[in-house]
């Protein structure tokens, strides 16, 4: 539902939905979009209340923050992208009654990845980790 409610908006904002549910393994990234001038990479969360005053965007990690930034990078090598890339977080708060959202909370550029990459292991096509 939030998903829906993601490309929705995303769509309305002129990008373009390229991927939904993209996986790595056990990683996923929940939407793929892009523009004339980026991919975008979305983690959206959707909540039906907030729990102690926390948004649903807040439930956004730094570990899954880390999951991201690798399924994206491998993303962009993987088909082979040459596009600025951003990470993006949409918080949805649901409403069980309407069965719409109630409020979206989308946020460009919502973090910035640190300095680790996976590269492809040319010996066995095994996606692991490098440090710089």
């Keep these: 539902m939030g998903e829906d409610a993601t490309c929705e908006y995303l769509l309305a904002h002129g990008y373009k939905i390229v991927e939904r549910n993209w996986r790595l393994g056990n ?39 880390r999951f991201m930034t690798v399924a994206g990078n491998a993303y962009i090598k993987h088909n082979r992208i040459n596009k600025n890339l951003r990470f993006d977080i949409s918080g949805i708060l649901w409403n069980r009654s309407t069965n ?5 909370h989308y946020y460009e550029d919502a973090f910035r990845p640190k300095l680790r990459t996976v590269h492809n292991n040319s010996y066995n096509g095994q996606w692991k980790w490098h440090r710089r």
């Design 27 to 65: 990683i996923e990234i929940d939407i793929i979009a892009e523009n004339a001038d980026y991919i975008v990479f979305v983690e959206v969360k959707t909540r039906t209340s907030t729990y102690g005053d926390v948004s649903p965007e807040q439930y956004v990690d730094e570990h899954k923050r």
């Design 100 to 104: 719409k959202a109630e409020e979206i």
